[in-house]
């Protein structure tokens, strides 16, 4: 069974400055997908960044970026530029490509993002 | 295009109850899934839905169930309720093509057993 492990529980960050949240894997699949889903006081889950696992570029989007190891089967987030609206929790998550893991993201326990003025 | 929604967003029950949280998916979205969410053990996938079939379930007792719709909307249902299934309930949905692996979050049903 794959796992997924944030062993970061709260990070601190002042603003415009850039943070790193940690992400480990297990797996025995080759082809995969990860993700980044960030979940504010609203609790509402909203996707910020997903990588392939047969692409080597990292991925990209504005502030986000990732730093994917495949070898390592790690995966973390840098939040470059941090804002007062990127206070939240974050959640990595796998999806495999197997049939039972059809609809199915493995979260991690998550990382606070604490911003400081 | 509207968002994924969730009714009601608040429920309270009584142990013992039963009680049914709804989800309508992005317009053309196809698969449906849900998801547990507690403090004690985080994000827990329940079951996924797509084309009105049940394709994958989590592991959690009978008392949960799902069903889907000719129109991709769907229901879950919790019968019996215990203390332990106060949680957030998420339903996420997503395409099932190309780009299926993404899945877009509703904003959730907060359950109070009591």
């Known amino acids: 069974a794959q796992t997924v492990t944030q062993s970061q529980p709260e990070m601190s960050v002042q603003e415009a400055e850039t943070v790193t949240l940690s992400c480990t894997y297990d797996?025995?699949?080759?082809?995969?997908?990860l993700f980044w889903y960030k979940q504010p006081p609203s609790r509402q889950m909203i996707l910020v960044i997903r990588?392939?696992?047969?692409?080597?570029q990292n991925a990209t989007e504005n502030r986000f970026s990732v730093n994917f190891q495949k070898a390592a089967k790690s995966f973390s987030l840098k939040i470059s530029d941090s804002q007062l609206g990127d206070a939240a929790m974050y959640f990595c998550?796998?999806?495999?490509?197997?049939?039972?893991?059809?609809?199915?993201?493995?979260f991690g326990a998550g990382t606070q993002v604490v911003v400081t003025p | 295009k509207a968002g994924v929604t969730q009714t009601p967003r608040y429920l309270i029950k009584t142990r013992g109850q039963q009680v049914t949280l709804s989800c309508s998916p992005i317009s053309g979205h196809r698969s449906v899934s849900w998801y547990q969410q507690t403090p004690g053990q985080g994000l827990q996938f329940l079951f996924e839905?797509?084309?009105?079939?049940?394709?994958n379930k989590g592991n959690f007792p009978g008392r949960f169930s799902g069903r889907q719709f000719s129109n991709s909307r769907s229901e879950m249902n919790v019968s019996t309720l215990e203390l332990g299934d106060s949680a957030l309930y998420l339903c996420a949905s997503s395409l099932y093509g190309e780009e299926a692996y993404e899945q877009y979050f509703g904003p959730g049903t907060r359950l109070t057993v009591t």
């Open positions: 797996t025995s699949e080759s082809d995969y997908y």
């Open positions: 990588q392939e696992a047969y692409k080597q």
């Open positions: 839905y797509f084309s009105e079939t049940q394709r």
């Open positions: 998550a796998y999806r495999g490509m197997t049939t039972d893991s059809w609809g199915k993201l493995q």
